[in-house]
């Protein structure tokens, strides 16, 4: 399904594309064909695998000051694995009417749409939706190299009652954007269901922010790389040094070209997420995950008081100084510390901005003593020529006979 369309009035979801007899062309095969249809069968069940380096810790003994102490200054991942279990999304709650499982999220949001990954063609554009029956079927048909995902970021404004479902942690709790509004925050929580196979190839999270991911369905393999050590086979484009752009492979490609490939100091740190564990990532790292089975999760990005530095070069080469407005005035009535990191962080941008500015006059300025130079040396030649010419001029009137 690759475009957006309203549920029909049939009980039973008839097949889009229907079954068309398979046809065999003698002596020809391609890899790149093979590929795909591999990554579309495949079986990803028991692809599982830990590097047994990201701690698993209960934060009913994990206080908030020890996870800040341990994890977050030193900025490493961790799983909890006493928090999704008591929420009502993952009980069902008292009435046992609000689990995030499939079949009871279908009965919930029969006609809602959802936000999935995918854009329909270009010129267009237009993000596709569905209904969650439309999509319960297409998970159960597909055979997708790359599957469709539900990714959706307004489901707290469209379906308010998921909100009611779980609670953020109180390791969380600190969040700065949350004083921006809802019309200038950027998108900062998702839903997510997804089948197996389906994934994200690896990424940063946006704005220098870190980031919670709790499973209260399936399982999920995550591929984890430290900042500034950039995944292998992922195309990347640098500027004076910088990362400028980055375009990640699909995972699942990735995992079935790249990794066999990788010697063993080169490859990724990983680990499986459970159903009912959470995992949270710190700012700046490179992430991928790839789902095992069909999943439901849920994520939530937020800026603090460990982050808050990446947080704000992110947003200072953005140039969103309104956002950065908002942040600064209302850290000066809370949080005077903050507040001062905030304006270290100015005068270091204004500084870059004033070296920039300075490399770009020497520019300039070695430009056009180039140009000079070179004007010099064309009038120098000029002269030169006109000299030769005087000379000749001379040499013929000595030369000429008088009558």
């Known amino acids: 399904v690759r475009e957006e369309r309203k549920m029909k009035s049939s009980t039973e979801m008839k097949p889009i594309f229907p079954p068309q007899p398979a046809k065999r062309l003698k002596g020809f095969h391609s890899d790149y064909m093979f590929a795909n249809w591999y990554r579309g069968q495949t079986n990803l069940e028991h692809f599982a695998h830990e590097t047994n380096t990201v701690q698993r810790v209960q934060a009913s003994i994990f206080s908030p000051e020890l996870f800040y102490k341990h994890f977050e200054e030193n900025n490493l991942p961790v799983i909890f694995s006493d928090i999704v279990q008591n929420w009502p999304a993952s009980n069902g709650g008292p009435n046992g009417d609000r689990k995030w499982d499939l079949e009871t999220l279908e009965k919930r949001f029969t006609d809602v749409l959802f936000k999935l990954s995918d854009f329909t063609p270009p010129p267009q554009r237009i993000r596709i939706r569905m209904t969650l029956k439309e999509y319960n079927h297409y998970m159960k048909h597909q055979h997708d190299a790359d599957p469709l995902y539900i990714f959706d970021s307004g489901f707290g404004e469209r379906m308010s009652s998921l909100l009611e479902d779980f609670e953020i942690p109180r390791h969380f709790w600190e969040d700065f954007f949350s004083v921006m509004g809802p019309e200038l925050r950027p998108l900062y929580r998702w839903f997510l269901i997804g089948p197996a196979r389906s994934g994200?190839?690896?990424?940063?999270?946006?704005?220098?922010?870190?980031?919670?991911?709790?499973?209260?369905?399936?399982?999920?393999?995550?591929?984890?790389?430290?900042?500034?050590?950039?995944?292998?086979?992922?195309?990347?484009?640098?500027?004076?040094?910088?990362?400028?752009?980055?375009?990640?492979?699909?995972?699942?490609?990735?995992?079935?070209?790249?990794?066999?490939?990788?010697?063993?100091?080169?490859?990724?740190?990983?680990?499986?997420?459970?159903?009912?564990?959470?995992?949270?990532?710190?700012?700046?790292?490179?992430?991928?995950?790839?789902?095992?089975?069909?999943?439901?999760?849920?994520?939530?990005?937020?800026?603090?008081?460990?982050?808050?530095?990446?947080?704000?070069?992110?947003?200072?080469?953005?140039?969103?100084?309104?956002?950065?407005?908002?942040?600064?005035?209302?850290?000066?009535?809370?949080?005077?510390?903050?507040?001062?990191?905030?304006?270290?962080?100015?005068?270091?941008?204004?500084?870059?901005?004033?070296?920039?500015?300075?490399?770009?006059?020497?520019e300039a300025l070695k430009h056009k003593e180039k140009e000079i130079k070179k004007q010099e040396n064309q009038w120098k030649q000029k002269e030169q020529e006109l000299l030769e010419t005087i000379k000749k001029l001379q040499a013929n009137t000595v030369n000429k006979p008088i009558n």
């Open 200 to 362: 994200t190839g690896f990424h940063i999270d946006p704005h220098g922010t870190s980031a919670w991911n709790a499973l209260l369905v399936g399982r999920k393999r995550w591929a984890l790389y430290p900042p500034h050590t950039i995944p292998p086979g992922n195309v990347v484009e640098m500027k004076n040094g910088y990362l400028e752009d980055f375009k990640p492979m699909n995972i699942l490609k990735w995992y079935s070209t790249v990794f066999p490939t990788l010697p063993p100091h080169l490859r990724p740190i990983e680990f499986v997420q459970e159903a009912g564990e959470m995992v949270f990532i710190p700012a700046g790292w490179w992430h991928s995950v790839l789902n095992l089975t069909p999943t439901v999760s849920v994520t939530q990005n937020f800026a603090n008081g460990r982050n808050l530095k990446s947080v704000m070069k992110s947003m200072f080469d953005g140039e969103e100084d309104k956002e950065i407005m908002i942040i600064k005035n209302r850290l000066r009535e809370l949080r005077i510390d903050l507040y001062d990191k905030i304006v270290e962080q100015e005068k270091l941008r204004k500084g870059k901005e004033a070296k920039h500015r300075v490399e770009e006059l020497e």
